[in-house]
């Protein structure tokens, strides 16, 4: 069924706590949690608890959902002091893009310049 946990996705595992994480914030339909690999002083990861494979799946099944994800990106972004320099919220989106994960995820990027376009 759309956005059920998946046994094979690393994201469904952190959302239900079975691997660890450095968690920002939480809510009842959201993570967000520090990137293992930075890109920048602030990159942060928000997903939504339910499983969808990218950003527009995501949004078609559940847009109060993925109005969550961006708030929460927000959220983050202040809580990172980041919003009076700027930040950027990323969804890649197909492996061609770089997606190695396929449980949706916003990247809130900032604390550093950030170039446009995007490589
Ligand atoms: P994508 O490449 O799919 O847009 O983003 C996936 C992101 O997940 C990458 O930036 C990668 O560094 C991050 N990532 C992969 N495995 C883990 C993990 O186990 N923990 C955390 N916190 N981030 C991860
Ligand atoms: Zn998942």
Redesign the pocket.
């Known amino acids: 069924m759309a956005g059920e946990p998946q046994t094979d996705c690393?994201?469904c595992k952190?959302a239900a706590g079975e691997?660890?994480?450095?968690v920002l914030r939480e809510t009842e339909t959201t993570v967000a949690?520090?990137?293992?690999?930075?890109?920048a002083p602030t990159?942060v990861?928000v997903i939504p608890k339910a499983h969808y494979r990218d950003a527009a799946a995501l949004a078609a099944a559940e847009p109060a959902l993925t109005a969550d994800i961006l708030r929460e990106a927000g959220e983050v972004a202040a809580e990172e002091k980041v919003v009076g320099t700027g930040y950027r919220i990323?969804?890649?989106?197909g492996s061609g893009?770089?997606?190695?994960?396929?449980?949706a995820?916003a990247?809130v990027l900032g604390g550093r310049g950030l170039n446009w376009p995007p490589g």
């Open positions: 690393l994201f952190i691997v660890p994480a450095d949690f520090r990137d293992i690999n930075p890109q990159h990861l990323v969804f890649n989106t893009a770089g997606q190695t994960v396929f449980h995820h990247h």
